[in-house]
């Protein structure tokens, strides 16, 4: 297949840019960064080119069978008014110049990442694909985000939003910001530490996003999540065993607000998240336990 990758020097793009290219699959990787990785693999054709403006990159995507949308800037930042903006934009415009560049007998597949931030804070409720959106910052831009890549519908494309939880892997992503910290002995829950923790590892991300390509029954919203949920609290106790470091040096909920500010919510907040329409599916996850997904990723 031509398979069109948007986001594709990031943690996930570039993971899953890898796989696709040992499928055989030939690959359009798009990306901010000048380079790639793997620019010179005779399957891949890398494009250096800001998404979220329309230009000549569009050309490619009326040759591709697919497209797997993951740009996005990172989150994991304090908010000001300014990188909210960029934050959305990056998501909005690159995701509403994909779909107008599809053409009516283009690209019949759609992924478009989405975010558990969809369903905003809710506590103990257990949130299944079906679980109203939220109504924070987050939670708006995940229903902008998603109704941007749903509007590829009416062109007859088969598309699939995947709501997105916090991506483990040792290559990056938050457990490079966790691991050092554990390692020193400054591990710990943040805040009450009650919160749930939706999580994945980076493969099942990646093999989830391909078994949903491959099966045509498949459309709307996922959820990206291991099947066992975790407090932060649970988390941060089942690293500390794993690494053999105390965990109990908790980031209080005030401080954490007065450092972090805005973007503090996405760390305090909770979604007890369940992937319902995966297991639905017939997907079996590599890493459902996060025992088993800290195994892999600390050997």
Partial sequence: ???????????????????????GHEVTALGRSRRHPREDHPQLN????????PGAWQ??????????????ASIFQRWTARTKAVIRDSRILTTRNLVAAIPNDGPRFLFSASGIGYYGDRGEETLTESAEAGSDFLARLGIEWEAEAEAAGRKGV?????RLGVVLHQDGGAMAKMIPAFKLGLGGPLGSGR??????????LV???LFLMDDPGSEGAFNFCAPEPVTNRM???ALGRALNRPAFMPAPTLFMKAALGEFSS??????KATPERLRQSGFEFRYPTLPQALEAILG
Avoid: K
């Fill in 235 to 237: 988390l941060a106790q």
């Fill in 158 to 162: 088969r598309v699939v939003c995947g």
């Fill in 207 to 209: 093999d989830a996003i």
């Fill in 1 to 23: 297949m031509q398979i069109l990758v948007t986001g594709a020097t990031g943690f996930v793009g570039s993971h899953l840019v890898d796989i696709l290219l040992e499928r």
């Fill in 266 to 271: 996405v760390l305090l907040g909770s979604q």
């Fill in 195 to 204: 919160q749930w923790f939706p999580w994945i590892h980076l493969n099942d």
């Fill in 46 to 53: 890398y494009i250096s080119t800001d998404t979220t403006l």
């Fill in 59 to 72: 050309e490619a995507v009326a040759a591709s069978d697919a497209c797997i949308n993951l740009a996005g």
